[in-house]
């Protein structure tokens, strides 16, 4: 079945390091999707590419940065990675599509990625 | 931009009694309103959606309302059981343009007692 998939699926780190979060998908979606997800605050909008060539800021870009390496591969990387930085990552991909009824824009998440930093 | 508000924020309802998840929207320019569930250590799932143009959707057991004059809709899940028990998120976006990406409200963890 086409997937969304995260690597690594859990990682405990220390202040100050430089982390990577990779996500791929064989879905063939353009569009993909960095969250980060805390309790009682939702998912939280990190950054979004809706193609190749394209990245965007979302909610709470400060200390993330992306790379699109291709359509299907996303990465997320926290050049200096901070305690409150601790949380569950989720990558999403989605296709838009127009149909007769109105846009449709449903998003697949990946398994997400449980990061502490220490 | 667009802030999505969501109450509760925790829920707690006796097997087979109904339950209701209500969220309201800032952008009167938004019109695709998506409903995913999140069980726990899973990760979110599409459950339902409604655009602006349909004032109700309905799916077996879950149904969703939209009040655009308001800027609120709500998720409803009749006769409920205990597989219903979950985290669920609503969210809004401009999606006929495809130019936005989703707003999710912060969560409603739903807990149906057997």
């Known amino acids: 079945d086409a997937d969304v998939t995260q690597t690594p699926r859990n990682r405990i780190t220390k202040t100050g390091k430089r982390i990577m979060l990779e996500c791929s998908q064989t879905?063939?979606?353009?569009?993909m999707y960095w969250y980060r997800q805390d309790p009682g605050l939702g998912l939280r909008l990190i950054y979004y590419s809706f193609d190749v060539k394209d990245i965007n800021k979302g909610e709470i870009s400060d200390g993330y940065s992306v790379s699109r390496q291709a359509q299907a591969k996303f990465s997320l990387s926290l050049e200096s990675a901070i305690p409150n930085q601790t949380a569950l990552y989720f990558c999403a991909t989605s296709d838009f599509r127009t149909t007769r009824t109105g846009a449709y824009n449903e998003q697949f998440f990946g398994p997400g990625t449980r990061l502490t930093v220490l | 931009g667009e802030n999505v508000e969501q109450h509760p924020s925790t829920l707690s309802v006796q097997e087979g009694d109904s339950a209701v998840i209500k969220c309201t929207y800032s952008?009167?320019?938004?019109?695709?309103f998506p409903w995913y569930k999140q069980e726990l250590g899973k990760r979110p799932q599409l459950i339902i959606d409604i655009r602006s143009n349909v004032g109700e959707k309905k799916d077996q057991r879950i149904a969703v309302t939209l009040n655009k004059t308001a800027k609120h809709f709500s998720l409803h899940i009749t006769e409920t059981q205990p597989e219903d028990s979950a985290v669920y998120f609503c969210a809004a976006s401009k999606g006929v343009t495809g130019n936005t990406p989703l707003v999710f409200g912060k969560g409603t963890r739903l807990s149906v007692i057997a």
């Open positions: 952008d009167s320019a938004s019109n695709y």
């Open positions: 879905k063939g979606h353009d569009r």
